[in-house]
């Protein structure tokens, strides 16, 4: 059974850059797309990036787009969101979920709903 393991999180100031790791294991999982999404006390997770497991294929968050960038390493298997002019906005608690059916074509789901196996989150706070 997969499980991931996110890391990185922090405490950091507006314009800071942290990088987050999700690390899986249990079983290789090169051919699965992987998601960042973070939520808010009270609010919905939040759809952030996503790679296709086949393609590298990356979709964004308009409100993440040219700050955030997101990479895997098959070698590590991890998947790395880089988040570089860090706002108070995207301060929140960031999951990375795994997709267990494998995508023939196209991007990776921005929707929540579409991933099967999630960690249990690391803490990110931008102070402003």
């Known amino acids: 059974q997969v499980q991931l393991v996110e890391s990185g999180g922090g405490l950091v100031q507006a314009g800071d850059s942290l990088r987050l790791s999700c690390a899986t294991s249990?079983?290789?999982?090169?051919?699965?797309?992987i998601g960042w999404f973070r939520q808010v006390a009270g609010k919905e997770r939040e759809f952030v990036a996503a790679?296709?497991?086949?393609?590298?294929?990356?979709v964004y968050n308009d409100s993440v787009k040219g700050r955030f960038t997101i990479s895997r390493d098959n070698t590590k298997n991890s998947v790395f969101l880089q988040m570089d002019s860090l706002k108070p906005e995207d301060s929140g608690d960031y999951y990375c979920?795994?997709?267990?059916?494998?995508?023939?074509?196209?991007?990776?789901?921005?929707?929540?709903?579409?991933?099967?196996?999630w960690g249990q989150g690391t803490q990110v706070t931008v102070s402003s």
């Open positions: 790679i296709t497991g086949s393609s590298d294929i990356t």
């Open positions: 979920g795994l997709r267990e059916r494998l995508r023939l074509r196209g991007m990776a789901s921005s929707s929540a709903s579409e991933y099967d196996v």
């Open positions: 249990g079983r290789p999982t090169p051919g699965n797309d």
